[in-house]
């Protein structure tokens, strides 16, 4: 008998972002608590988990670099 366990259905990412996260987009660096309404559809689609404190920005506000929840080692840089 096949297995029909599929691990990744049950780590679907829930659109709302834990303490400590946020949502950004990896193609602008907007960042939103809920990815259904953080920025466009292509904010939506770029959309990853980063660490709330990791996130450096610039003077202007915009973030320029972050952890990835999902892999510590991924340095996201804009
Ligand atoms: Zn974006």
Redesign the pocket.
């Known amino acids: 008998m096949q297995s029909t366990f599929d691990p990744a259905a049950d780590k679907a990412e829930p659109t709302l972002a834990r303490e400590g996260t946020i949502w950004m987009?990896?193609?602008?660096?907007?960042t939103g608590k809920d990815r259904d309404v953080?920025?466009?559809t292509?904010?939506r689609t770029?959309?990853v988990l980063v660490e709330e404190n990791s996130i450096v920005r610039d003077e202007t506000g915009r973030a320029i670099s972050a952890s990835a929840v999902n892999d510590p080692v991924a340095e996201l840089t804009w």
């Open positions: 987009c990896g193609a602008c660096g907007k953080m920025g466009d292509s904010c770029w959309a």
